[in-house]
C-alpha cells in the first residue's frame, strides 16, 4: 500500500510542479493581451488559430529546454525538443506541418550536436525542419524548438466532464534516460512505428471518440491532470494502483514517485465519455501501447488519490490555483 501523505507531498514539491506553476504569473501578465479570433483560450498543449485555408484549426506549439540538460545532452535535447513539441500536436488532435528553432550555443560543437538530434527527430517522425535562429557566440547553450500543425477536430483541455472516464495510454517499450527523469521510447524505435503511434490521437478526435485530454509533460501524471480538471474546471480520482507502469518498476514509494514524475517520450492522459472508453482503450493496446482506465473525472475541483481503500487530496484547483491567473495556459 502507497503511503499516500508521502506522496502528495513529495508530488507538490517536485521540479515539474514548481516549474508548471510559474505559469500562473505568466498568465497575470498576459491576461487583457487580445484574443485571436477564432482560436480558443489558454490552457491547451497549443495555440489554436483557424485555419485560412478553409475548416479545421492550424496548432501552434512551442518549448524550451532547461540549460542544464541542453549542456549535459545536447544530442538528446535536440531530438527531444522536437520530440515533445510532436507531441503536444497529437495531444490535440493534429498533424505536424513543419518545425523551427532558436538555438545558442558558445561555439559550433554543441550547436553541432542540438541540431544533430533535431534532425535525427524530423527524419524519424517525418516532419521537415524548415528553419530557425542560431547563435554560436552565447555564453552558455539554450535551446526552443516550435512546431505548426493542423488539425480537423480538437482534442482539449477544457471539455473534461464529471463521470468521463480518465485512460493513461503510454509507450513502456522504452527505458530511463538517466540521470533525467525521461522515460525514452523513442530514439530506439523504428521509424514507420513512430509514425504510426502518433496517427492515433488526431484518428481518435477524428472519429469522436475522444474530445478531452492532455500529453503527460515534465509535470508527470498527475500535474497534467491538475492542470486539465483546472481547465475544465472538474475534479478527478486516480486509483494509483491502476498506473500503468514498466514491469521493471520495483515495489516501493520510491519507484511509484519516480514513475509519477516521470516524463515519457509518448504518454497521454485522456478524459473520454464511457461508452467510448473500451474502444479507444483498445486502439492502443492493439498497437502494443499500455493502455488503462486509472480513474474518472468528477464533480467539484479536488484530485484525489486512492490506494488501498485509503483516499487522500493531493490538490483543490479552487482553493489554491494551480496554473490559473484568470486563464489557463500551458
Given at each position: 500500500m502507497a503511503d499516500l501523505a508521502l506522496i502528495i507531498d513529495e508530488v507538490r514539491a517536485s521540479r515539474g510542479f514548481a516549474h508548471k506553476r510559474d505559469i500562473g504569473s505568466v498568465m497575470a501578465r498576459l491576461a487583457d493581451t487580445p484574443a485571436v479570433p477564432g482560436g480558443?483560450?489558454?490552457?491547451?498543449?497549443?495555440?489554436?488559430?483557424?485555419?485560412?485555408?478553409?475548416?479545421?484549426?492550424?496548432?501552434?506549439?512551442?518549448?524550451?529546454?532547461?540549460?542544464?540538460?541542453?549542456?549535459?545532452?545536447?544530442?538528446?535535447?535536440?531530438?527531444?525538443?522536437?520530440?515533445?513539441?510532436?507531441?503536444?500536436?497529437?495531444?490535440?488532435?493534429?498533424?505536424?506541418?513543419?518545425?523551427?528553432?532558436?538555438?545558442?550555443?558558445?561555439?559550433?560543437?554543441?550547436?553541432?550536436?542540438?541540431?544533430?538530434?533535431?534532425?535525427?527527430?524530423?527524419e524519424r517522425y517525418g516532419v521537415p525542419l524548415v528553419g530557425g535562429h542560431t547563435n554560436l557566440r552565447a555564453d552558455s547553450a539554450q535551446l526552443a524548438v516550435s512546431v505548426l500543425g493542423r488539425a480537423a477536430r480538437l482534442i482539449q483541455s477544457f471539455t473534461a466532464r464529471p463521470g468521463d472516464v480518465l485512460l493513461m495510454a503510454i509507450d513502456l517499450r522504452g527505458a530511463w534516460h538517466d540521470p533525467y527523469p525521461f522515460w525514452d521510447a523513442s530514439t530506439s524505435a523504428p521509424a514507420d512505428r513512430l509514425r504510426r503511434d502518433m496517427e492515433l490521437l488526431p484518428q481518435l478526435a477524428e472519429a469522436g471518440l475522444v474530445d478531452a485530454g492532455k500529453d503527460i509533460s515534465m509535470a508527470g501524471l498527475l500535474g497534467t491532470l491538475l492542470m486539465l480538471i483546472e481547465c475544465s474546471r472538474v475534479g478527478a480520482v486516480v486509483d494509483l494502483d491502476r498506473i500503468p507502469r514498466p514491469v521493471s518498476l520495483p515495489p516501493g514509494d520510491a519507484a511509484l514517485l519516480r514513475w509519477l514524475a516521470t516524463f515519457p517520450s509518448y504518454g497521454y492522459l485522456l478524459s473520454v465519455r464511457p461508452e467510448h472508453a473500451a474502444q479507444v482503450a483498445a486502439r492502443f493496446i492493439e498497437a502494443d501501447i499500455a493502455c488503462a482506465a486509472i480513474g474518472a473525472v468528477t464533480t467539484g475541483s479536488r484530485l484525489e488519490l486512492r490506494d488501498a481503500g485509503e483516499r487522500a487530496t493531493l490538490w483543490d484547483h479552487t482553493h489554491e490555483a494551480f496554473i490559473t491567473a484568470g486563464a489557463c495556459h500551458a
Open positions: 480558443t483560450a489558454n490552457g491547451d498543449d497549443c495555440a489554436v488559430l483557424p485555419d485560412p485555408s478553409g475548416g479545421g484549426h492550424l496548432l501552434f506549439a512551442i518549448e524550451g529546454l532547461v540549460r542544464d540538460f541542453v549542456e549535459a545532452m545536447p544530442w538528446f535535447a535536440g531530438y527531444s525538443a522536437v520530440m515533445v513539441n510532436l507531441s503536444d500536436i497529437a495531444a490535440m488532435g493534429g498533424r505536424p506541418v513543419a518545425v523551427v528553432d532558436a538555438l545558442w550555443s558558445d561555439g559550433e560543437e554543441m550547436a553541432g550536436e542540438m541540431l544533430a538530434g533535431m534532425r535525427a527527430a524530423a
